[in-house]
């Protein structure tokens, strides 16, 4: 599967912006599809995931209360709505197809990537 994520930009501290992840080459179906963020100099951190074929959501508690995690069936894409942003949480957001279903909060269980798209959030 391909991902490709859009929506990054600039936004002040308390904003709110939406990031999406576009799956092609197959439909999504008994896929987790994650987040993960990298700020600069730092490693690749683990946001959330959703379980496609339920729904289900998970966050990291960094997140947790701020971000969601939904699909859209028809569109094959993941959204991550974020809200009262932080400066912290400035970084290249990526979303992530995994076909596992056991250390969904580690890269290493994800199998495609999508570029990578950058949030930035001024204090």
């Known amino acids: 599967v391909q991902l490709v994520e859009s929506g990054g930009g600039l936004v002040q501290a308390g904003g709110s912006l939406r990031l999406s992840c576009a799956a092609s080459?197959?439909?999504?179906?008994?896929?987790?599809v994650g987040w993960f963020r990298q700020a600069p100099g730092k490693e690749r951190e683990f946001v959330g995931f959703i379980q496609w074929s339920t729904g289900t959501p998970y966050y990291a508690d960094s997140v947790k209360g701020r971000f969601t995690i939904v699909k859209d069936f028809l569109k094959n894409t993941v959204f991550l709505q974020m809200s009262s942003l932080k400066p912290e949480d400035t970084a290249d957001y990526y979303c992530a197809a995994s076909t596992r279903t056991s250390d969904l909060t580690q890269t290493t269980a994800y199998d495609s990537w999508g570029q990578g798209t950058q949030v930035t959030v001024s204090a």
């Open positions: 080459g197959r439909p999504l179906s008994s896929d987790f």
